[in-house]
């Protein structure tokens, strides 16, 4: 794209080996976008993937997107005389992989967020059934492309118990709690001096009553 080409927009120096890094650490699916921060020496120092509504189409929604990522992924370098990193869009979609209106939408949200984050605003790539591509320059490559996502790592976690030792004794069972003493039965003031008057004990017996 020639406009692109004129904004001075700096080239990848591997393209192909930094989208599969990228989509090795994000897996991104059709409609799932990831911004990433190049350093001076082309090296990923930050990155995010994120969804976005389809209702949310418009370059600015795009911008506010970007930069609210880019705010959270890393500081901005509004303070530096000129930029010294590089903010990189690669955007997984259906469809051709030909320009299309959204993804001019994205490109001048990508340059939008950059200027405002004090960032150099880098390539814009996508991610479709063909494979991916660099719009402005060009390149491209059959693989990784927007269904690779199912071909990722499986990731699960079982919780066992922990092993013993062989030969290690077992842990001992829990000592039962004490037993509180037994709490003696409410007997009735009438039914003890019938137990008295039968037994004809002249001892005293203490008497509490409630009033």
Same mark, same amino acid.
């Given at each position: ?9 700096? #080239?990848? $120096? ?7 890094? =990228? ?6 699916? +059709? !409609?799932? %976008? ?43 370098? #509004?303070? $530096? ?7 990189? =869009? ?6 051709? +992989? !030909?320009? %299309? ?111």
């Amino acid at each position: 794209m020639p406009e692109w080409k004129s904004y001075g927009v700096p #080239l990848l $120096r591997a393209p192909r080996e930094f989208v599969t890094e =990228l989509h090795q650490r994000h897996l991104p699916q +059709p !409609g799932t %976008t990831v911004v990433a921060v190049l350093d001076a020496g082309n090296r990923v120092v930050a990155s995010a993937s994120f969804g976005v509504r389809a209702q949310f189409d418009d370059g600015w929604d795009h911008r506010n997107a970007l930069l609210g990522h880019l705010r959270r992924i890393t500081p901005h370098d #509004l303070k $530096r005389r000129s930029p010294s990193r590089t903010a990189v =869009l690669l955007r997984c979609r259906e469809g051709a +992989p !030909g320009w %299309t209106e959204q993804d001019g939408a994205w490109m001048w949200a990508l340059r939008a967020a950059a200027e405002l984050h004090g960032l150099r605003c880098g390539s814009y790539l996508t991610l479709t059934p063909a494979g991916w591509q660099s719009l402005g320059d060009g390149r491209r490559g059959r693989n990784p492309h927007s269904g690779s996502w199912t071909l990722g790592p499986v990731h699960t976690v079982t919780e066992l118990p922990p092993r013993l030792p062989h030969g290690a004794p077992a842990a001992a069972p829990e000592a039962a709690p004490p037993q509180q003493p037994p709490i003696a039965p409410v007997t009735s003031l009438s039914a003890v001096r019938a137990l008295e008057g039968a037994h004809g004990d002249d001892r005293t017996v203490r008497r509490t009553a409630a009033r």
